[in-house]
């Protein structure tokens, strides 16, 4: 079964992911994709606790995630792919050509970014990050939670032109 | 950015407020449960100033740590309760209690259990939520047709 969600989350584990999007998505397991928290046994420990007991929580860097694409696609269950940032999602997204859609949930703000949506901050390389994204034919939008209204990426940066993804 | 933190130290029903004293536990979730939920605690306690409420409302997961392990320090706080067991703010609690392990955190917390907490006044925090918990998980229940 395809990934059902391909998500920019900076908080990775968190209530909108595990509940809000994993409840009415019947999520069974979620891919977190993080070289940092890939190699760290604490940090998986933590995040592992923000899961029920039910879900299985799967963590990858991305090397480990472009191979093991395949194995999550094709999994009779249904999961959710989780990066903390546009840049590891970006190199996912090259390494894969079979994700045609991201879904940005959540940057928060920090030094250097512009507020886009009450939930999304952008740095200026980060916008062109998710412009390059755009590019390469995958459709991004943002939604936080599945009730909200999802915002195209060409309301957040209006000269973003989508193009179809070919495998 | 603005951090989404409130010095509650007045009581919403103007009744017993002991301004002087520093918050005992800080009050963290998702979006306004944290100020609606120690409202509601102050309306029927009359005791204010009690909780600190913090929510994870606008901040990355990294800001949410900031703002809780500053708030816990300005105060000497070692009590944390939390809505939810996977929400972000229980995640930041976790980190704290990596440098802090005198932190007891609560999560799950409700209405009964906040309300237990405030009323085991004076002694040692940790234990008082320590019980807190009980009290909390024995007010759930559900009632009518299965």
């Given amino acids: ?167 | 950015m603005s951090a989404t933190i409130f010095r509650k130290m007045k009581s919403s029903t103007g009744e017993t407020t002991d301004e002087s004293s520093p918050p005992r536990a800080i009050v963290a979730g998702h979006g306004d449960f944290p100020f609606g939920i120690v409202s509601a605690v102050e309306q029927i306690s009359g005791r204010g100033g009690v909780l600190l409420p913090v929510s994870n409302k606008g901040l990355s997961g990294q800001d949410i740590e900031t703002q809780l392990k500053a708030a816990a320090e300005q105060d000497g706080i070692q009590v944390f309760f939390t809505d939810l067991p996977g929400g972000s703010a229980t995640l930041a609690v976790r980190r704290i209690m990596r440098e802090r392990p005198d932190v007891v955190l609560v999560t799950g917390a409700n209405l009964a259990t906040l309300l237990e907490f405030v009323f085991q006044s004076g002694g040692d925090c940790g234990a008082a939520a320590r019980i807190s918990v009980e009290k909390g998980r024995n007010a759930l229940a559900a009632f009518g047709p299965a």
């Fill in chain 1, 1 to 167: 079964m395809p990934i059902a969600l391909y998500r920019i989350d900076d908080r990775l584990i968190h209530g909108q992911v595990v509940v809000g999007w994993g409840q009415p998505l019947d999520i069974d397991f979620i891919v977190l994709v993080d070289d940092n928290v890939a190699c760290c046994d604490w940090e998986q420990d933590l995040y592992r606790m923000g899961v029920p007991p039910e879900m299985e929580l799967v963590f990858a860097d991305v090397a480990t995630a472009i191979r093991d694409h395949d194995k999550y696609s094709s999994d009779p269950r249904k999961g959710i792919l989780v990066t903390p940032d546009i840049p590891t999602m970006q190199r996912l997204v090259y390494g894969v050509p079979y994700i045609r859609e991201v879904n940005v949930g959540g940057i928060h703000h920090r030094d250097g970014r512009t507020q886009k949506l009450r939930y999304v901050f952008l740095a200026p390389d980060e916008e062109a990050q998710l412009r390059a994204i755009v590019q390469s034919g995958v459709k991004v939008t943002a939604q936080d939670v599945p009730a909200a209204r999802e915002v195209p990426m060409s309301e957040i940066l209006p000269s973003s032109e989508p193009e179809a993804r070919t495998a």
